[in-house]
């Protein structure tokens, strides 16, 4: 049975890290600079095999990845061209208008700042030109059909290679430092969790304690949530997406919360389901048998890498956990994957899912399990902590740190 | 001369509308359900002259338009396929998963609700089959080159054909209470910002004044910001994106705010550039003339309206004020735009500026009118309003109602 902690044994935001100082941010930021051109190295290394001379990227993550330079959640659409980006085998190519020239400039030193045209095509017969490219690798699954239609009509002499997953692939793969941002920012939404809970009382909307959530994140040490968070009451915790209603806090009834913050970049993602008032004998043992696929998964984990075993396959993984649900037998298992990486994106690869690609999870990296039960017109339960894996190191470890106990607010 | 208002002179949140009651935003959605096929008709007039048998839509803002299905910011990137629609001369089938569901039954009584598959290709041939569609319009500026490919491939009988910009066409001209949405979201930004005014003294950071500001807004009858809300002291204003940072208000400089507020879905867009302290004679100046430049395209409209006159263009009005500036001569006249039409996203149909296409602007509609001076390494003026523009009905008006004085704080 899992451990039930109430009132005076419930978690303190000091049990927690404290945010990261400017220190520390700085340090970061030097990391970043130092692991670019490692980060550029495999991404050119491809460009043989795929007979390209260079390889023109979208994704704000991807252009904060290789580049260096940021734009923030969203503002990517507003941003024109401005943070597309052109890499040749000698140089990297970033487009700014006015508004980004000063900021890609000190974002980015080791690239060639061109100014941002406000329509792609126009520029692009000269901006392939300029580093002697004849066949452009471009980004099939972000640029959009009628854009791609366009770069093909303005040049017509420069074939235009569609590439998918390179970057994905590269990035699922994590560096120490960016191991440590998406570890502070676990601690950044723990802290907070923590903070809220003498606030998670009967009467209280899932609306207001979803903001003060995000309110608790936002002063807390993050720059940004990773995503809205999400606060579901009762029969809501049973609809896996579910945005936070006026619905109140209720004695007898769960409070599933999920959210994450950010942090340098990187972000946190994690999910409890708390009890409000002493649970039911069928919630706990549902809680329970959640808690149990959970370890199920991360015992397996470990058992590969303390064996030196192959590593299992997101679809493997996913797997075992769903087994344990299932060779139950009495509720459903969930409908939706296991879990996801994440890093600069809250959903990354690797993916863990019955859908998933098979093939050994990657290493060094970080990925959500999050198991969960779902009880339509009941309740739900669903646990979610971050686990960084890193074979060679011969480590499996939960960077998400609140506690996984029968919590009773 | 404008105005100078100070100490007991502020604009206080009292003088600004309340916001809407639960009854007002019940009757607004009456009135969407109501105008939906409203919205389908001109949709599908378009498919003879286009030789397609039906539309396949994915943008979350025309998704919400024309079937009622709603996806928060974002929500779209973790949906999947949920929320991608296909309109035929009969039918609005609306993709949805488990999880969205019961949410798009209830939202889109009209339509019928397929099961989202995982990958749209995967579903492609029996969605197109079941409407007996050979030949779809796709929303060629929206989807992924992949994406495209992949249809293609799926059904090689039925033809996609690229199709541009009708349904931003259609949404650039409003509905009365489309405008009303509007301008309910005008209100809570113009009451949020005279909520701000006494916490705005020197020492703040722009960081915590946006961060206060989305807040006010967010607690202060919104659903939600429309944007990051931006704070800009002295020199920093002039960069017309930038982003708060921990720079302070201090005396002699100016603060600027640039932000938005969402009601019903309806987004507001405002700027307001503040004085702390007595502003020096140059800083009055420029304050006066961008008030100038804006007050010109304004009349400008109110002319043509009056007289009945064809409507300008929005190419035609950026000159309007930018020649007011350049006339002036002592200045540099904005680098971007005159304004943008906002509705369901901030930024939408009509555009306005020097790029803008020829042609009398929409009517009934609503669009920024935001003009600027931006001195590099000193200071940087915007006023932002919202125009109702409605030529039928002799209307041109100011949506936001936060004076455009002086205001020293």
Same mark, same amino acid.
């Given at each position: 049975? +899992? $451990?039930? =902690?109430? *009132?005076?044994?419930? &978690?303190?935001? /000091?049990? %927690? !890290? @404290?945010?990261?100082?400017?220190?520390?941010?700085?340090?970061?930021?030097?990391?970043? +600079? $130092?692991? =670019?051109? *490692?980060?550029?190295? &495999?991404?050119? /290394?491809? %460009? !043989? @095999?795929?007979?390209?001379?260079?390889?023109?990227?979208?994704?704000?993550?991807?252009?904060?990845?290789?580049?260096?330079?940021?734009?923030?959640?969203?503002?990517?659409?507003? !941003?024109?061209?401005?943070?597309?980006?052109?890499?040749?085998?000698?140089?990297?190519?970033?487009?700014?208008?006015?508004?980004?020239?000063?900021?890609?400039?000190?974002?980015?030193?080791?690239?060639?700042?061109?100014?941002?045209?406000?329509?792609?095509?126009?520029?692009?017969?000269?901006?392939?030109?300029?580093?002697?490219?004849?066949?452009?690798?471009?980004?099939?699954?972000?640029?959009?059909?009628?854009?791609?239609?366009?770069?093909?009509?303005?040049?017509?002499?420069?074939?235009?290679?569609?590439?998918?997953?390179?970057?994905?692939?590269?990035?699922?793969?994590?560096?120490?430092?960016?191991?440590?941002?998406?570890?502070?920012?676990?601690?950044?939404?723990?802290?907070?969790?923590?903070?809220?809970?003498?606030?998670?009382?009967?009467?209280?909307?899932?609306?207001?304690?979803?903001?003060?959530?995000?309110?608790?994140?936002?002063?807390?040490?993050?720059?940004?949530?990773?995503?809205?968070?999400?606060?579901?009451?009762?029969?809501?915790?049973?609809?896996?997406?579910?945005?936070?209603?006026?619905?109140?806090?209720?004695?007898?009834?769960?409070?599933?919360?999920?959210?994450?913050?950010?942090?340098?970049?990187?972000?946190?993602?994690?999910?409890?389901?708390?009890?409000?008032?002493?649970?039911?004998?069928?919630?706990?043992?549902?809680?329970?048998?959640?808690?149990?696929?959970?370890?199920?998964?991360?015992?397996?984990?470990?058992?590969?890498?303390?064996?030196?075993?192959?590593?299992?396959?997101?679809?493997?993984?996913?797997?075992?956990?769903?087994?344990?649900?299932?060779?139950?037998?009495?509720?459903?298992?969930?409908?939706?994957?296991?879990?996801?990486?994440?890093?600069?994106?809250?959903?990354?690869?690797?993916?863990?899912?019955?859908?998933?690609?098979?093939?050994?999870?990657?290493?060094?990296?970080?990925?959500?399990?999050?198991?969960?039960?779902?009880?339509?017109?009941?309740?739900?339960?669903?646990?979610?902590?971050?686990?960084?894996?890193?074979?060679?190191?011969?480590?499996?470890?939960?960077?998400?740190?609140?506690?996984?106990?029968?919590?009773?607010?």
């Amino acid at each position: 049975m +899992a $451990a039930v =902690r109430d *009132g005076a044994g419930l &978690p303190e935001p /000091a049990d %927690f !890290a @404290a945010p990261p100082t400017s220190d520390q941010r700085a340090r970061w930021s030097d990391a970043d +600079a $130092a692991a =670019r051109p *490692g980060r550029l190295a &495999p991404l050119r /290394a491809r %460009f !043989a @095999a795929a007979d390209i001379d260079a390889y023109f990227g979208l994704r704000r993550q991807h252009l904060r990845y290789l580049t260096g330079f940021t734009l923030g959640e969203g503002e990517e659409k507003v !941003a024109g061209t401005s943070g597309q980006f052109l890499v040749s085998g000698g140089e990297v190519i970033v487009l700014a208008d006015s508004r980004y020239t000063l900021q890609a400039g000190r974002e980015t030193p080791g690239a060639r700042i061109v100014e941002g045209p406000r329509d792609l095509a126009a520029a692009w017969p000269a901006l392939v030109a300029s580093v002697g490219a004849r066949r452009v690798g471009v980004e099939a699954s972000l640029l959009p059909y009628a854009t791609w239609r366009r770069l093909e009509a303005a040049a017509p002499e420069v074939e235009v290679v569609p590439i998918e997953g390179w970057i994905e692939a590269d990035r699922a793969i994590k560096e120490s430092t960016e191991l440590d941002r998406v570890a502070a920012a676990c601690a950044v939404a723990d802290r907070a969790l923590a903070t809220l809970l003498p606030k998670i009382r009967p009467g209280a909307t899932e609306h207001d304690l979803a903001l003060e959530l995000e309110w608790l994140i936002r002063t807390g040490g993050a720059e940004a949530i990773a995503f809205e968070p999400t606060c579901l009451v009762g029969a809501n915790a049973a609809l896996p997406h579910g945005a936070p209603s006026d619905d109140v806090v209720r004695a007898g009834a769960v409070v599933l919360f999920d959210f994450g913050a950010e942090v340098a970049g990187y972000r946190s993602d994690m999910t409890r389901t708390l009890f409000v008032g002493e649970p039911g004998e069928r919630d706990l043992a549902v809680y329970e048998l959640v808690a149990r696929a959970q370890k199920a998964a991360i015992d397996q984990l470990e058992a590969c890498v303390d064996g030196d075993l192959a590593l299992p396959s997101g679809r493997d993984l996913d797997g075992v956990a769903r087994r344990v649900i299932e060779g139950d037998g009495r509720w459903p298992a969930y409908g939706h994957g296991l879990g996801h990486g994440i890093g600069l994106q809250t959903h990354e690869q690797p993916s863990l899912g019955a859908w998933s690609l098979d093939g050994p999870l990657p290493s060094p990296t970080v990925f959500s399990i999050e198991p969960g039960i779902y009880l339509e017109g009941e309740t739900g339960v669903r646990i979610e902590d971050l686990i960084l894996l890193d074979a060679a190191g011969g480590r499996v470890e939960r960077l998400t740190q609140f506690p996984r106990d029968v919590i009773v607010v």
